[in-house]
C-alpha cells in the first residue's frame, strides 16, 4: 500500500471542499466571480473543523522534518569544526 504524506491528503481535502462547494453554489443565479469567492471562503471555513486531523497529523509531519534537519545541521556544523566527539555511521560500521 503507497503512503501518502499528510501534505497532500490535507491538500486534496481542501481541493476537493473547494470543489463541492462550488458545485454547490452553481446552482445559484449569481456573478461567477462572486461564487469563486464565496466557495473559497465557505470551504476555508469547512476545511477549519472537517480536516482538522489530517492538518494536525501534517503540521507534526513538518515538526518532526524541521526537527530532523535542525539535528542534522548541528551535526554537520559540530563536524566541520572539530567538534565531531561521536563517529559518523559510516565509521561506526567498518572493522
Sequence with gaps: MVQVSAAVKYTLGRIGLFVAVLAGLWLVDMNV??????????????????????????????ASAAERRRTEKERLRAALAGDDDQPDEAERQQP
Design 33 to 62: 466571480f462572486l461564487k469563486l469567492m464565496l466557495a473559497l471562503v465557505f470551504s476555508a471555513a469547512l476545511s477549519f473543523f472537517l480536516l482538522r486531523g489530517w492538518r494536525d497529523e501534517m503540521a507534526g509531519e513538518m
